[in-house]
């Protein structure tokens, strides 16, 4: 038998023996976690403020309230690129502006869905920034509070959410 015969056949014993070597036969497993006794890793809220804010809220309502005496819709207007969002508060049948979009609500209303009462508002909705001669709308339909999934409006850089609706 040459060198390369019994270096061959010493890899091959080596081979069917080293995993009886360090192979072991006993299996461990980690105790059981009672899930109830488990803390969230987040920070909880502080009760005490709670109250503070839901008073502020309510102030802030009703000061709305009083400086829009007839019918209106409030949206959240989202800038995608800055991440800022602001409250726009439209009445019926004016347009305002956010960003190069021009807005117009022409219906706002509530309605009951399942037992549930919810905003609706019907709304136009131009991008200024195209220099057609026919500005057409890239909204125009019904949106819906609980779920503005229902008719998206699809902008690149801005979205448009109903928030609420106040008809006098």
């Known amino acids: 038998m040459n060198l390369g015969n019994k270096f061959l056949l010493l890899h091959i014993i080596l081979f069917f ?19 109830d006794n488990i803390k969230p890793s987040f920070e909880e ?19 709305r309230n009083k400086i829009y005496s007839s019918s209106h819709a409030i949206l959240m207007g989202l800038d995608k690129i800055t991440a800022k969002s602001s409250e726009i508060i439209i009445n019926l049948e004016e347009s305002k502006k956010f960003g190069p979009l021009e807005i117009k609500i022409l219906k706002c209303g509530k309605v009951k869905i399942n037992n549930k009462i919810d905003d609706i508002a019907y709304m136009q909705v131009k991008d200024l920034t195209k220099n057609e001669d026919e500005k057409v709308f890239i909204f125009n339909g019904w949106t819906f509070s609980s779920d ?12 448009l959410q109903l928030v609420n609706c106040f008809s006098v």
């Open 17 to 35: 023996l080293t995993p009886n070597v360090f192979g072991e036969e006993k299996i461990t497993s980690a105790p059981l976690l009672n899930l």
């Open 45 to 63: 809220p502080d009760k005490s403020n709670d109250s503070m804010i839901t008073e502020q809220n309510i102030k802030k309502k009703k000061k």
């Open 148 to 159: 503005p999934n229902l008719t998206p409006f699809d902008h690149a850089i801005y979205d």
